[in-house]
């Protein structure tokens, strides 16, 4: 079959290679029956100010990781991702929650992360597993469970709001690095996205544990736990759509 590539279609948004099988699927997408394990910890501040790119500040002293199995996604299909994260704003222009570390399965959604919102994503292996009356949440990077969390299962009914108070872990704030080919910054944001559509069917939520383990590819140990909190399981789904540029390092104004 003939074709050609016309620069109209290499400039437009969504834009995607290899030229004949594109690997970023354009927005927006789907993640359909989502499993998600989400466990909650008191750290350190100074270790949050550590990891915390200017001007960033955070807005308290808890950890959120969320884990998930996601079952039906569009482009990408069945995989498992892990957000490691801790409520942080931007003032007077955005409150969110920035990711530190990010862990997943898939090359697709490593790819799309990295080159679209700026996610410090790596390949690894989250998992979530039920046995008996208990949940349990592993992320396995190099052999080793770099985390491990626990809860009873189905407990306690809760609602998705409740996590929404501890902060607003649905709007992702992230640090976008991409240099020239020459070595020159090319882009230094602090961007954010939101996702829509979000329906919750059901969630839970009761006391957890979270164990972590020193990786020097996977450091969350970086964020120690201090307190273990609650956790919360939740089945839904969302849909990933455009976010924007909160802060450009380049901008000679910023």
């Not at 948004?13 to 970023?24: E, V």
């Not at 222009?93 to 898939?106: D, E, I, M, N």
């Not at 882009?187 to 020097?216: F, H, M, Y």
Request: with cysteine; glycine share 8%; hydrophobic share 40%.
């Amino acid at each position: 079959m003939a074709w050609k590539t016309r620069k109209e279609d290499i400039v437009k948004g969504g834009f995607s290679t290899p030229l004949d099988a594109p690997m970023i699927p354009p927005f927006p997408f789907t993640f359909h029956s989502v499993e998600v394990m989400t466990l909650v910890w008191r750290t350190d501040v100074s270790a949050m100010e550590a990891l915390l790119p200017e001007p960033l500040k955070p807005t308290g002293d808890m950890v959120m990781a969320h884990i998930y199995k996601m079952n039906d996604t569009e482009w990408i299909g069945p995989y498992a991702e892990a957000n490691i994260m801790f409520g942080a704003e931007l003032p007077g222009v955005a409150t969110g929650a920035y990711s530190p570390y990010l862990f997943l399965s898939t090359d697709i959604g490593v790819a799309h992360g990295r080159e679209i919102h700026g996610q410090p994503k790596k390949l690894a292996n989250p998992e979530i597993t039920f046995r008996g009356d208990l949940i349990v949440g592993t992320v396995e990077r190099n052999g080793i469970d770099i985390l491990t969390g626990t809860m009873a299962y189905k407990q306690q009914r809760a609602d998705i709001s409740e996590l929404s108070e501890i902060f607003p872990f649905a709007t992702n704030i992230n640090l976008k690095a991409i240099d020239h080919i020459d070595g020159t910054p090319a882009i230094r944001q602090l961007t954010s996205r939101s996702l829509a559509d979000v329906k919750v069917n059901e969630c839970w939520r009761g006391p957890c544990t979270t164990e972590l383990r020193p990786n020097a590819q996977a450091p969350v140990h970086r964020l120690p736990v201090r307190e273990m909190l609650d956790g919360f399981f939740w089945k839904g789904s969302f849909t990933l759509v455009p976010g924007r540029v909160l802060y450009d390092y380049l901008d000679p104004d910023a």
